[in-house]
């Protein structure tokens, strides 16, 4: 095998990896990266990276609850952000020489990152305390995320590295090829994985 995997890293295929308990009726998909090049571009840096997709088996009751945590998040976000905008409108941009419209979309956009600090705490408290019981184990708990992670891909998106580099030249011929290795690396990880948890039942 390409890879060695150990006896803590099996986990049924057919059964919910969230809570461990019920059938698994469904797959949740989750999106890994890694990076391939990063380059000066217009404006600043841009960074090129190879996407995999992992599924990791999930019942329907663990299911509905992460789409509905999903749903409660988006609907946080945007009262942090509305009750942002509503601040900087009424206290420091409002005035009726600059018009109404003006300040107000002025308000807008300056909420727009001045809103992420409240909001990340709020989540990690939200987090906290609306935590389902049932669940046992996390995203980033999943053996096959873990053996990803330990090949040097990563689950959020990657940015651009800023670190005042000279601009490196752009070579399309290794890009492509670095695409076509790492996908095929995360294919076969993929697929001996899923033989490997099959030959252990």
Not at 102 to 111: D, G, K
């Amino acid at each position: 095998m390409y890879h060695d995997w150990n006896k803590e890293d099996f986990h049924p295929l057919h059964t919910c990896f969230f809570c461990k308990q019920r059938t698994a009726e469904t797959e949740e998909t989750m999106e890994i990266y890694k990076v391939i090049q990063n380059t000066e571009g217009f404006p600043g840096y841009v960074v090129k990276y190879t996407t995999a997709r992992i599924l990791i088996p999930i019942c329907n009751q663990c299911s509905e609850q992460h789409q509905k945590e999903g749903n409660q998040l988006w609907t946080l976000w945007f009262i942090v952000w509305a009750l942002s905008a509503a601040i900087i409108f009424y206290y420091c941009l409002y005035r009726p020489a600059n018009g109404y419209i003006t300040s107000l979309i002025l308000s807008m956009c300056i909420a727009l990152p001045l809103s992420y600090i409240p909001f990340y705490v709020l989540t990690v408290i939200w987090g906290l305390v609306s935590k389902n019981t049932d669940e046992v184990a996390s995203t980033e708990d999943y053996p096959l995320i873990r053996k990803f992670k330990s090949m040097g891909w990563q689950l959020s998106t990657p940015k651009p590295k800023y670190d005042g580099r000279k601009n490196e030249d752009i070579d399309k011929d290794k890009i492509q090829q670095l695409n076509a290795q790492y996908s095929l690396e995360a294919s076969n990880t993929i697929a001996e994985f899923i033989i490997w948890c099959e030959s252990q039942k």
